[in-house]
């Protein structure tokens, strides 16, 4: 009772993000989900059908005819409306979602894993704040969620965070981990364009999270993501175009972009080695397929980590193996 007594009055708000533009239509398949390659795994992976997502965040336009299909289940863990109420009054939970899970469906536009399933979790309310305590409260549900066919969620999106090292956030991180439940957060944006200087934020920071780092399309790290000893993969988080709020699609920028790109690749990743394996992948194995699925771009660790996410690297290494292989004999 302590513990909670100490986080009820802490609030966390939504990583600043920056509205490049909101347009009406779009009929596409987004630059970062073509940077990192998701489409030429799509088959093997069969689009991450069955696998099921977690996003912590403002919540979810349920009606965006690219989203309506995606969303299996939904809790609001804020005081803004009711405890099934999570539309989405800020527009970034809906932006998140779209590059995750958009559905391909001849318009409109596709997300990295345009078959996963969503668990939208609202814990930011309309002006992206939220207590430290709900977010909690929603990290422990994610751990004991099941579906109406036993689901269970592999993944969980956090675009959210705070320069507060919460004792309680991180107990909540290592129960989903334990679980065998990546945690994907942004790494932040308070960066200075500078590999040698670290800005933290939490949960990112925490060890046991996969800390995503953010790229611009032309593959550079955008000037604005934060930098430290925990970066652990970098994604796309320049001029991202996605889904957003009243049906519309809007360009942002951010970490927060970032991380939903690493958070499908995942599914993909997911779909593919529980195929291969026909078994349940542990969180370290899954960490593990992500990470031989970069490539540097040339910056030290504390800016991109592993690496640029590139999901059809590992098959240009065979491939190029293969070749040498032919030459030497």
Known sequence: MKGEALITNRIVRLIPYKVESIQPAVDTVPAGVEIIEAPQIWAEANEGDGIVVAILDTGIDYNHPDLKDAVIDAKNFTDEGAEDDVMDGNGHGTHVAGTIAARREGYGLVGVAPKAKLLILKVLDSHGVGSYEGIIQAMNYVADWQGPNGEKVRAVNMSLGGPEDVPELHEAVKR??????????????????????????????????????????????????????????????????????????AKLSGTSMATPHAVGAVALLIAIGEKTFKR?????????????????????????????????????????????GETLV
């Open 280 to 324: 349940t992948l542990t969180e370290a194995e899954i960490y593990a397929l992500l990470v031989k699925r970069t490539v540097s771009l040339g910056n030290d660790a504390t800016a991109e980590g592993h690496g640029l996410i590139k999901l059809n690297y590992s098959e240009k290494v065979r491939k190029l193996v293969s070749s040498i």
């Open 176 to 249: 989903l981990v334990d679980s065998e439940i990546p945690v994907i957060v942004a790494a932040g944006n308070e960066g200075d364009d500078r590999e040698d200087t670290f800005e933290y934020s939490y949960p990112g920071s925490y060890n046991e999270v996969i800390e995503v780092a953010a790229s611009t399309l032309t593959n550079e790290v955008a000037p604005f993501s934060n930098s430290n000893d925990q970066i652990d993969v970098l994604a796309p988080g320049v001029d991202i175009v996605s889904t957003w709020v009243d049906g519309q699609y």
